[in-house]
């Protein structure tokens, strides 16, 4: 039977989901004006509002199969700050986001809080641009304008976003790369920013903040990391928050929260170059620092990372059930597309086309696996190992075998370790040199096991078969200590 043909945006997901983002957008804007114009209305029913949303996710949480107590816990939180959900799997530190945030908040307060210091020294000549620009101080004030800020309220709102979307940029690109990145779209955003109000209003304003780099994050974000969910705490007594401070975790797609701020700064920057609008806020800083990180995002070609990381995360969720495993196996498999040796979903696609019987393709999917994570990650590729053991009950090629038995001797199990040295020698194509080595390995496992009439037999065969070895000495000897701790025993 011939398969239904797929419409133009199935066959284009990734487009589909940018677009439906999209969307999103446009409806909040609508609405948003809407609610504008009827807020005095909605200052009685916005508290059963509130209390119906959290009624609703509550229910939604407890008939997911969530008890009680995980339901109120997905769905409240005591912290205030907004969050990129699902991180925990990530679980490098994200060095660079942490020192710039203490960087910045140090020189802030150092400025604040030192009256011996000249600020309107500092301040006429390390912001961008400086009251009385030179040579020294223009290109200067490009590098420090990023950590300076004019208040506590501008540098902890900023703080926050860098913390929000640089932890999670920086664990995925590396950190030099993020540093990188971060100084370079800083440095476009002012420099940008300052054409603009030139060109449209006639001079070029001072600025400070890091904002325009921090708007640069955003824009590497909405590529590297567009299908990722934010969670937004909303205090349920709104002002009132420091009696109760319980919020409600509201879920918004990333791509939508940046799109929002990318719609708002440039209305806010046309009104100011229209003269419509009158606001410090360098609000063209942030528009060319978004869009100068989105440029730089595609130029190292991030989107393709993104694929294969949300492809991996849809397949990794539903690979344990059992319904709708073709559409779990088909993200795998488009994760794949972006990178064969992903170890993740080579694993979890084994365990689908494993699900209900052996397969020839589960098989084959489970050995490339252990055979890229042996070199990355030995312990994770033992595990793996014994899963497909465990569905298979066969080995996978000689040479990978001897090094998973050293990774299960080390830690401590040597009952498999020793069956894996025994499949090896079972393996009439395993490869001289490693029949050799998985002999006398195994030798020693079978003696800590307390085997020693099986340690003796297999001795024996090593002396016989490999009578040239350079380990020959080693076994002679070993031989005598095996048949004398034999002998002792009988006596």
């Known amino acids: 039977m011939e398969e239904p043909k797929k419409s133009y945006f199935n066959e284009h997901e990734e487009l589909a989901f940018v677009l439906k983002c999209f969307a999103v957008i446009a409806a909040i804007i609508l609405l948003g004006n809407f609610v504008k114009s009827y807020a005095v209305f909605l200052i009685i029913p916005l508290p059963f509002i509130l209390l119906f949303?959290?009624?609703?996710?509550?229910?939604?949480?407890?008939?997911?199969?969530?008890?009680?107590?995980?339901?109120?816990?997905?769905?409240?939180?005591?912290?205030?700050?907004?969050?990129?959900?699902?991180?925990?799997r990530y679980r490098d530190i994200p060095l660079f986001t942490y020192l710039l945030i203490l960087a910045n908040a140090v020189i802030y307060y150092v400025i604040q809080l030192n009256p011996s210091l000249n600020t309107e020294f500092i301040m006429n000549n390390f912001t961008f641009l400086a009251e009385e620009p030179n040579l020294w101080n223009t290109?200067?004030?490009?590098?420090?304008?990023?950590?300076?800020?004019?208040?506590?309220?501008?540098?902890?709102?900023?703080?926050?976003?860098?913390?929000a979307m640089g932890t999670v940029v920086e664990k995925r690109i590396g950190s030099s790369r993020f540093l990188f990145m971060y100084i370079l779209t800083g440095l476009f955003a002012s420099l940008a920013s300052m054409l603009i109000y030139l060109v449209f209003m006639g001079e070029a304003t001072q600025s400070l903040g890091a904002s325009g780099a921090i708007a640069g994050v955003m824009g590497v974000y909405a590529i590297r990391c567009y299908f990722k969910s934010m969670v937004f705490p909303i205090p349920i007594l709104g002002i009132f928050f420091f009696i109760l401070p319980l919020s409600i975790k509201i879920r918004i797609n990333a791509l939508v929260i940046i799109g929002l701020f990318f719609v708002l700064d440039l209305h806010g920057g046309i009104g100011q170059i229209s003269g419509s609008v009158y606001s410090?806020?360098?609000?063209?800083?942030?528009?060319?620092?978004?869009?100068?990180?989105?440029?730089?995002?595609?130029?190292?070609?991030?989107?393709?990372?993104?694929v294969e990381e949300r492809h991996t995360e849809i397949g990794v969720k539903g690979s344990g059930g059992f319904t709708n495993l073709g559409g779990m196996a088909e993200s795998l498999n488009k994760a794949l597309d972006q990178n064969p040796e992903n170890t993740e979903a080579l694993v979890h696609l084994a365990r689908i086309k494993s699900k209900f019987h052996v397969t020839d393709e589960g098989r084959e999917?489970?050995?490339?696996?252990?055979?890229?994570?042996?070199?990355?990650?030995?312990?994770?590729?033992?595990?793996?190992?014994?899963?497909?053991?465990?569905?298979?009950?066969?080995?996978?090629?000689?040479?990978l075998m001897h090094r998973i038995s050293g990774v299960l001797y080390k830690s401590g199990d040597l009952d498999l370790s020793a069956r894996?040295?025994?499949?090896?020698?079972?393996?009439?194509?395993?490869?001289?040199?490693?029949?050799?080595?998985s002999m006398y390995q195994l030798v020693i496992i079978l003696e800590l096991m307390c085997l020693s009439e099986a340690a003796l037999r297999h001795i024996d065969n090593f002396i016989e078969e490999f009578p040239s070895s350079t380990m020959i000495e080693k076994a002679t000897e070993k031989k005598r200590e095996l048949t004398e701790s034999l002998l002792s025993e009988k006596l």
């Open 365 to 399: 999917l489970y050995k490339k696996a252990i055979a890229i994570l042996i070199r990355t990650e030995p312990k994770e590729a033992t595990e793996t190992f014994k899963e497909f053991y465990s569905k298979y009950m066969e080995g996978v090629t000689p040479a």
């Open 420 to 437: 894996t040295l025994e499949m090896i020698l079972d393996d009439p194509s395993a490869p001289i040199e490693v029949r050799e080595r």
């Open 139 to 163: 290109p200067v004030g490009l590098f420090t304008s990023m950590f300076m800020h004019g208040s506590g309220g501008h540098l902890w709102g900023n703080m926050m976003f860098l913390w």
């Open 280 to 306: 410090m806020i360098g609000h063209w800083a942030h528009v060319c620092g978004m869009l100068s990180g989105i440029l730089i995002a595609v130029i190292f070609k991030l989107s393709n990372d993104a």
């Open 53 to 88: 949303l959290i009624r609703f996710l509550l229910d939604k949480s407890i008939r997911d199969g969530k008890s009680f107590f995980s339901a109120i816990t997905d769905n409240m939180t005591l912290i205030p700050v907004a969050y990129t959900e699902g991180e925990s």
